[in-house]
């Protein structure tokens, strides 16, 4: 066994043993205490993932640091991803115990926990073609998380989020993007998203039903911006009228798509004009 370090794990930085919690009101484990109150209430800078497969992004692919896992008890042997956990300490604990600390039954029987980034500018962008989905004022949690994983899949540079969008680190929102929010950048962007995207070379598409302009008939610029907005209202005028406006064509009598999946069409599209 290594030695311990001063806090704790071995000083080399290998994996600690897991530590057995029988106290629901154990304040080791008070990172994961009363999950959906502090849901609605925020974390101060934590986000929670739940089951195993946002554990095995968040522990193989983020550059995110973990601060801790909580595991159900019977389930250990059978995670070896949780051998790539560094020094974030492991809690393991039965069923009945893990459900009192969460605050419900916990069927995944897997949380871990992790500091959130702060969001990058606009201006860390990298150089050259990209695709960046920006979301405006959308709070459903699902759609944000959905918008997240077609940005993972399409090579997306981000996703920017303005100041009324749903937090992307929310535990669904973690959850329904499969872990993307922990791997794919979010970049910030204030009251001027116009003028911010220019300065930064990108050009701004509005995705709305009412655009003249079909997605597919005409080339996109190699830095692209796809503002997507809240499902009904849409984007706000202004801003569709500062920006080369988009639309997917529907069958008739189809009111709209889900703003998730318009994102991961006009990804995509963007894609085979300029390559993932």
Known sequence: MSPAGPDGPPADGTPASPVRVTDPDDPAIALFRDVKERDRIGRQGIFIAEGLSVLTVLLTRSPLETLAILVEESRVDRLPVLA?????????????????????????GILAAGRVPAPRPLSALPHGPLRLPVCVNLANHDN?????????????????????????????????????????????????????????????????????????????AARAAFLLGT??????????????????????????????TTAGIVLHAHALQHGL
Do not use: M, W
């Open 84 to 108: 790539e956990r560094g020094t974030a300490p492991l809690y393991v604990a039965p069923q009945a115990v893990l459900d009192g600390i969460a605050g419900f039954h916990l069927h995944r």
């Open 144 to 220: 944000v998380g959905g918008i997240y994983r077609n940005a993972a899949a399409f090579g997306a540079a981000g996703v920017a989020v303005d100041a009324t969008t749903a937090n992307p680190f929310y535990r669904k929102a973690i959850r329904v993007g499969a872990g993307a929010p922990l791997t794919v950048p979010t970049y910030a962007v204030g009251d001027d998203i116009l003028g911010e995207l220019r300065e930064a070379g990108i050009t701004p598409y509005a995705l709305t039903p009412q655009a003249g302009a079909s997605l597919g008939a005409a080339p996109l």
């Open 231 to 260: 499902e009904g209202p849409g984007l706000p005028d202004p801003l569709i009228g500062g920006c080369e406006p988009l639309a997917i064509r529907i069958a008739p009598g189809v009111d709209s798509l889900n703003v998730a």
